[in-house]
């Protein structure tokens, strides 16, 4: 059969889905092993000698707690980057042109985009995640909601990266955007500290923090702790990242600074 | 028979980068244009002529105002799917990929049209040798020359076997070998049944290869027809005579033409004016030699598409 006469062209949006996988693959050195210094980094400098310094926060040692909020750093900078790039890059190298004229739906090429980012940020997630269990010991333990929580985290990270990459017009763009608010708020979304340690204003300023609960989220997937704002957690991560989606390809659909 | 491009009435505009300058810049005043299905069609024009928002808009690429086009039958934004399928672009700008030979890059692209690895393998080897990239088939884009780069760019197009091929200005840019080699490719092309539809402000190459030109400018179709054709309605031939021995003033030297003159290296030049220069070639050079007159030398300038060009659009066609 036809691809005009298929109501999806399965086999265009496999291909680029695979396209935008192998894409990072090939530059894994840039892609797959930062992420994995930078947490060994953090977690001996930041854990293995302050640790001795730090009380256990929520009944674990300071490693450990930091550990998830080191995994969602990764999966969001990793899921957010390679959508936003690969998009930009496209545009800027007239590939974007090659692939707006072939038989694809806009919505089968974005969610391709937002699949091959969300596969680099699992895949970033669950390699730092294996490092705290091999390096520290770290317990993981509901394994399957940490899987499914990453997956959706990375997901909506890449659909916001799409978003990005759409608006985005040089690589100053993209920094841009990552150095004032992607990396601020993944730093005051505790990573390293229980908001609850912050005095009152901080900790209510940090509320209104998406990626706070993000954090939160996967903190009680892989230790059990913080249950208390699990469902909150959960519902925020998923509204976003079904936000981020659906903008992502709205905006994609309409060719906005895509098509003329 | 369905027509292979049919474009209604088509219109655009372009708001300005800056929006604040407002005004908008018309790139198509409302363009007819009728393809049939095997034709061999050169759209003409200079740069801004509205060549590449024309095709933008057949290829899915650019919005377009008002009108329609139908590709097969079928209108491309309604049945985008069949048409973008039926339709192999070669874009202007070569494109670049950092990552992957350009053997996957087309393992790539057969995929973006639907169609799997095992059933688009042997075309692909026969693709790549046929256009001598077969050993480079595990290099990158930018591990070719110039000519092999826009080789890949036309062969890309081709690899879901498309009907018709699209090519925006592909021979801009390249040296006159590889100009002959993609010739004789698309030559054959279209006598294996494709529909060429090409862009081109090489007045030469559209009056080789193409069976039907359309003069654009401006945004508006200013004429269509055969090569031959055009240039028999709106151009003129010329007969240049040198000679000696005969006054070109007397009035009796020659008539039922008409002619300029002017003195020659002792003799004179006589331009005529014809619409035929063979048909009335053999006439003028009887006429003159029955009156006396020492021919030394004939020159035949045979009118051509950019006379054509020229006279249509006031400029020639790179202004």
């Known amino acids: ?260 | 028979m369905i027509p292979a491009i049919d474009v209604r009435n088509l219109k655009k505009s372009y708001l300005p980068i800056n929006r604040r300058a407002g005004g908008k810049t018309v790139a198509l005043k409302g363009i007819d244009l009728t393809i049939k299905s095997g034709e061999f069609y050169g759209l003409l024009g200079p740069n801004g002529a509205g060549k590449t928002t024309t095709i933008g808009i057949i290829t899915g690429l650019v919005r377009l105002d008002e009108g329609s086009v139908s590709v097969m039958g079928k209108d491309i934004i309604s049945d985008y799917r069949f048409t973008r399928s039926k339709i192999g672009v070669s874009p202007q700008e070569l494109t670049v990929d950092w990552f992957f030979s350009i053997e996957r890059l087309l393992y790539f692209q057969a995929g973006y049209y639907g169609i799997r690895k095992e059933e688009v393998s042997d075309r692909i080897e026969q693709l790549l040798k046929k256009f001598g990239l077969y050993k480079k088939r595990n290099s990158k884009i930018r591990e070719l020359s110039g000519g092999m780069k826009r080789r890949f760019q036309v062969l890309k197009a081709l690899v879901h076997d498309p009907e018709i091929l699209i090519l925006d200005e592909p021979t801009a840019g390249i040296d006159v070998e590889l100009r002959h080699m993609l010739w004789d490719y698309l030559r054959q092309l279209h006598k294996e049944g494709k529909t060429i539809l090409l862009t081109t402000h090489y007045i030469d190459e559209a009056e080789l290869l193409c069976e039907r030109v359309g003069i654009i400018n401006e945004g508006t179709i200013v004429a269509e027809g055969k090569p031959s054709e055009l240039i028999q309605s709106l151009g003129k031939g010329s007969i240049e005579v040198y000679l000696s021995d005969c006054d070109p003033e007397k009035e009796a030297l020659i008539s039922g033409f008409t002619y300029v003159h002017e003195p020659y290296d002792g003799g004179s030049r006589l331009v005529f004016s014809v619409d035929e220069p063979e048909k009335s070639l053999s006439e003028i050079i009887n006429a003159l030699s029955s009156n006396g007159c020492h021919i030394h030398e004939v020159k035949i300038t045979k009118s051509s598409l950019e006379d054509v060009f020229v006279s249509l659009t006031g400029r020639t066609i790179n202004d």
């Open chain 1, 1 to 260: 059969m036809e691809v005009s006469e298929k109501r999806i062209n399965w086999v265009g949006f496999r291909t680029l889905t695979l396209r935008e996988i192998y894409r990072f693959l090939s530059v894994y050195r840039q892609t797959v092993i930062p992420g994995l210094i930078t947490s060994a980094l953090y977690i001996i400098i930041f854990g293995l000698t302050l640790q001795k310094r730090i009380s256990s926060i929520d009944g674990v040692s300071y490693t450990i707690y930091i550990l998830p909020g080191l995994i969602m750093m990764n999966v969001i900078t990793n899921a957010y980057n390679n959508t936003s790039s690969s998009i930009l890059q496209m545009k800027l190298l007239q590939q974007m042109q090659d692939l707006l004229i072939t038989p694809m739906s806009s919505m089968e090429i974005s969610l391709s985009f937002i699949i091959g980012g969300a596969v680099r940020g699992v895949i970033n997630g669950l390699l730092v995640l294996l490092l705290g269990i091999l390096i520290i010991d770290m317990p993981v333990v509901h394994p399957i909601q940490t899987l499914l929580f990453l997956i959706l985290v990375s997901w909506g990270f890449s659909g916001a990266g799409l978003i990005l990459g759409i608006f985005a017009e040089s690589w100053d763009n993209v920094a841009t955007m990552v150095n004032f608010f992607i990396t601020p708020l993944i730093f005051l979304g505790g990573v390293f500290y229980s908001i609850n340690m912050l005095p009152g204003f901080w900790r209510n300023l940090s509320m209104i923090n998406p990626i706070y609960y993000v954090i939160n989220g996967l903190r009680y997937s892989i230790l059990d702790i913080g249950g208390s704002t699990v469902y909150l957690s959960f519902t925020v991560a998923f509204l976003m990242t079904i936000l981020f989606t659906i903008i992502g390809i709205v905006l994609f659909q309409k060719g906005t600074r895509i098509k003329q």
